[in-house]
Nanobody
Framework: EVQLVESGGGLVQPGGSLRLSCAASGFTFTNSAMTWVRQAPGKGPEWVSSISGLGGGKLYADNVKGRFTISRDNAKNTVYLQMNSLKLEDTAVYYC??????????RGQGTQVTVSS
């Protein structure tokens, strides 16, 4: 059974930073691209970033490029999202998902990120 457990969310002021983590189990982690998506209240899921199985390929949405960094530690079955220079519009529930940008499937329970002054 695929399990994805996100952590690291919280309340941060504009301009601040957070690092999200996602611990994965139930599948061969190295074989799978991983993706972060987010969902703001009243909106649909928004793709944020994806990373290839070995970590060499990384993609970012235009509105987070240069501020967010995706990475993974395959020895720990964990994917990360370092978020810097956070903006009010980054407020959302952040989910990690198994798969790439266009074919992600299962996602975790999410972690809330609130950017507020």
């Amino acid at each position: 059974e695929v399990q994805l457990v996100e952590s690291g969310g919280g309340l941060v002021q504009p301009g601040g930073s957070l690092r999200l983590s996602c611990a994965a189990s139930g599948f061969t982690f190295t074989n799978s691209a991983m993706t972060w998506v987010r969902q703001a209240p009243g909106k649909g899921p928004e793709w944020v970033s994806s990373i290839s199985g070995l970590g060499g390929g990384k993609l970012y949405a235009d509105n987070v490029k240069g501020r967010f960094t995706i990475s993974r530690d395959n020895a720990k079955n964990t994917v990360y999202l370092q978020m810097n220079s956070l903006k009010l519009e980054d407020t959302a529930v952040y989910y990690c998902a198994k798969g790439g940008r266009d074919n992600w499937t299962q996602r975790g329970q999410g972690t809330q990120v609130t950017v507020s002054s």
